[in-house]
């Protein structure tokens, strides 16, 4: 980099650094929302250049930054419309059953979809594109983001899945008379610590909001302490937890062995579970493994590990039986979670790549105990739910993986402990569904 470059450049900086501090010190006897609003709309000015930049070098990194912007078509929606919002994939996954009981509810009503980054923009639209009369982008916290987004919108309730606080976006909702709902909401340590910090100004935000429905009575006090209403701030428990049992009889030969469940593999997975199936095999002569790919096009690569190891293996398309082998394939399609039902205890893959987990629910739902390698972060909450009590497993490592499906196996007691302790937690947590149905069916009986 040349003398005259860098020294453009840090003349560049320093004239930023003195225009945000002189901008701080004008603003300091208004209103933090104020502040807020200002210096965002500021600091998104200073960086657009460089937005742009990065742009040329990773799209993917700033997708749906128009949409963001507020530049979008503006939908044929009417004045009633229900808007969800759930910022990536596992907000968006919770809110799936929610999403399609208010189709049925509220027939007069539109329905908008928002999320915050692409993958969850992708599954939405691959869940919703039935259900949904619009699917886009939540916007950016900036003044004139918000106001665009919300002319063309024009939502009479927004549902913001887990807590995120945007206080410009609020402040405006509540400015315009639009209804505004946390619901599912939740906070970690980390994050309330920081939250903390600022309660005053998060107070602020809170007060904005119509009603505050959380998961737990830990999350509700921790958004009670940093400033939200108690008069409107509940307990709703967790949608994730709306799962169906299937009432369908499944006869795949089952009877007399305990099944495992290895669902949703990805690529390495596999051979983890297999490897530790055919060690458990020796010593455990009654199981069988249900294997069930993420992807059928693997299956090529699946079968020779399979005939490596000398298992004998059918498919599920063939009709064939845990009578006559020791792994069956899975390879026909939306079947997985009715599985659930005839096994002992679940895998679910995805976990040991970075693919972020799957949903545990659909084997919890039938009382069944569920593992899972590190990565969930499409269902944290979920996962550290059930392993606070003792309904599921997160382990680090195949070695952990084997030694815990080694205990489920030769524990007898440890076992059905486990089973019961998922019923009590799924149990526990499930109403939440009707109790947002029913907080709507108020809202609009109230506000006419």
């Given amino acids: 980099m040349s003398s005259c470059l860098l020294y453009n450049l840090l003349v560049m900086i320093t004239y930023t650094i003195i225009l945000i501090l002189l901008i701080l010190v004008v603003v300091s006897m208004f209103s933090e929302l104020f502040l807020y609003g200002l210096v965002s709309t500021l600091l998104f000015i200073i960086i657009l250049p460089f ?24 939908p044929k929606l009417g004045d009633k419309v229900i808007m969800y919002h759930g910022v990536s994939v596992g907000e968006i996954i919770a809110l799936e059953n929610l999403i399609k009981r208010t189709k049925v509810e509220f027939p007069d009503y539109k329905i908008v979809v928002t999320t915050g980054t692409k993958t969850g923009q992708e599954i939405a639209l691959k869940k919703y594109a039935q259900v949904a009369d619009f699917i886009t982008y939540f916007p950016f916290d900036i003044p004139f983001c918000v106001d665009a987004f919300l002319n063309k919108i024009k939502p009479t309730v927004v549902l913001i899945a887990e807590t995120e606080l945007w206080p410009v976006f609020s402040f405006f909702c509540r400015a315009r008379g639009i209804y505004l709902y946390t619901i599912n909401g939740r906070m970690s340590d980390s994050t309330y610590k920081l939250y903390k910090m600022f309660a005053h100004f998060f107070e602020m935000v ?9 998961q737990s009575e830990i999350d509700m006090n921790k958004l ?9 701030t509940s307990v709703m ?3 994730k937890f709306d799962v169906k049992k299937s009432d369908e009889h499944i006869d795949i030969g089952q009877d007399g062995y305990r099944v495992i469940v290895a ?3 990805h690529k390495g997975e596999d051979e983890i579970i297999l490897d530790i199936f055919n060690e458990k095999l020796k010593r455990y002569s009654d199981i069988k493994l249900l294997l069930v790919p993420r992807h059928l096009t693997r299956l090529p690569q699946i079968t020779p590990i399979i005939d490596e190891l000398g298992l004998k293996y059918g498919f599920r398309s063939k009709n064939d039986s845990f009578k006559d082998v020791d792994v069956l394939i899975l390879d026909t399609m939306g079947e997985l979670s009715k599985m659930y039902a005839i096994c002992d205890f679940a895998f679910i893959g995805g976990s040991f790549n970075k693919t972020g987990g799957h949903n545990p629910l659909e084997a919890t739902v039938y009382s069944k105990p569920t593992i899972t390698g590190p990565s969930i972060h499409n269902f944290r909450d979920i996962y550290w739910l059930l392993s606070q ?3 599921g497993k997160i382990v680090k490592t195949p070695k952990e993986l084997s030694d815990y499906i080694e205990l489920l196996l030769s524990d007898t007691a440890f076992y059905n402990q486990a089973c019961k302790d998922c019923e009590t937690v799924f149990n526990d947590q499930q109403g939440a569904l009707d109790i947002v149905i029913d907080e709507l069916k108020q809202l609009f009986l109230e506000n006419p």
Avoid: C, M
């Fill in 51 to 74: 937005y742009y930049i990065v742009r040329v070098f990773n799209r993917k990194f700033l997708f749906g930054w128009r949409e963001k912007l507020g530049f979008f078509k503006s």
């Fill in 206 to 214: 809170l007060s904005k909001y119509t009603k505050i429905l959380t």
């Fill in 224 to 232: 009670i302490s940093i400033g939200a209403p108690k008069d409107r």
């Fill in 237 to 239: 428990k967790n949608l």
């Fill in 263 to 265: 669902g949703s593999t």
């Fill in 389 to 391: 009590n003792k309904a």
